[in-house]
């Protein structure tokens, strides 16, 4: 099983929070032609995709034309299995009729669309430049045009945010018959505008009480919580994600992407210029150990419904005393939802075994 993603790392501006590698658009054709050279190359001798997805940054920078020759490219050098599954984000902003009817008829059959939230306040406050009537309208649009796979990439612990902001926002979001969500809380990472001015996390009692209601109002709009922060229909989880936590093989083009091929990582350095001038290598290339293996998949199993075999845990954990945030299913231990709120605590215990 082989997945692809494909960088784009222009934005309109740079949201506040932002600690990703995005610029303003520049170059634009020179970066769409090092990608479809990347692509070639890469697909010369590979197996057909299973995933493909295109993200950013915001791809809609690219243009539509552009677009339309990275999916055909990948489609001709690598090929495409049955039933793949073909992703963009988009942003509110830049979501028009015109670039969905494109990505249709190019075979997109799942988007993901940064909402963050459905407060104009808390989408200024993070620097967000688009607005809740951006946001539902592209909504629309999405349906409108037949989409029927569509995320929505949700935050949660904003400034100014409340129990009641946040539920609003659930309650208008999950009108619209989304097939899975991304929910994640505002990380402030240092270098960042928000953190510059000061801004810090909010009390971890409100940032529960946020959670906990996302689970409630997502379990109630029939999204199962299979992923720390994802949430999905029955069918709809997202297979390109898939693949990274249960560590099957994917190829990552453009500046800051990451691979991993036949046990071997690799990450490309967060330089667009860079990439342009040699997109044909794929950079620090890093073995993993069979212990390192063995950390990865406790790891990244224990994020997702799936688990992780017992056999591959520790002898000496003590599974009485995670009780609280566990479950058994059949032979394999998973988190419940308490366990996925703390999962950071949770999975750091078990690995220090
Ligand atoms: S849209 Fe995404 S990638 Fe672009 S600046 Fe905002 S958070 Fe960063």
Redesign the pocket.
Known sequence: MLSLYLHI???????R??????AFPCKIEEYTAAMEQAIAHFGKEAEPLATLYLG???PAMLGEQNLKRLIFAAKAHFGFRENMEMTVEL?PESTTPSLLKALRESGVNRLSL?IQSLQDEELSAI??IHTKAQATAALSMIFEEGFTNVSADLMYGLPAQTLESFGQTLHELLSFPLTHLSAYSLQIEEGTPLYEEGCRPMEEDLEEQLHDLLCQKAREAGLIHYEISNFGKEGFFSKHNMAYWRRTDYLGLGPSAHSFLKGVRYATPADTMAFIKDPLSLHQPRQISDAEALEEQILLGLRTIEGVPLSLLPKELNLARLQPFTALCGDRLILNEKGFRLSNYIIGEILSK
């Open positions: 790392p222009y934005c309109k501006q740079k949201c929070y932002c600690a990703f590698h995005s950013g940054g915001t942003n940064g620097g967000r």
